[in-house]
């Protein structure tokens, strides 16, 4: 049985940026081993007779051609004119991901 320690547990805490209890990392820890454990059975299936694969389809370019549809669509212009505010021609928005400054 893979055993997970109080620090494995921390680190994918820090990881998935979740702020834990000591009671939840005491619960979690047994979870966790139990879940890696279930995951290693992989490594016990004999893949030897299988062929690699990267995509099972074998479906190639169904995307459309990019091309630029000028009807109906809007100018540059008519684009930001609704906007408080631009940047060299781009929305300008305010920022919405951060660093974590509580650690």
């Not at 547990?9 to 820090?14: D, G, M, R, T």
């Not at 979870?31 to 694969?53: E, F, H, P």
């Not at 000028?70 to 906007?83: M, V």
């Not at 631009?86 to 951060?98: D, E, P």
Request: proline content about 1%.
């Amino acid at each position: 049985m893979a055993k997970l320690t109080k620090t494995d547990v921390l680190h994918i805490a820090e990881l998935a940026k979740l702020d834990l209890t000591e009671d939840e990392v005491k619960k979690f820890v047994p979870q966790l081993s139990t879940i890696v454990d279930y995951i290693g059975n992989l490594s016990k299936i004999d893949t030897s007779k299988v062929d690699a694969t990267s995509q099972t389809t074998g479906l190639v370019d169904v995307f459309r051609e990019d091309r630029v549809v000028s009807d109906g669509s809007l100018s540059q212009d008519e684009a930001l004119s609704g906007t408080e505010e631009t940047y060299n021609g781009y929305f300008k928005v305010g920022a919405i991901l951060t660093e974590r400054t509580d650690k």
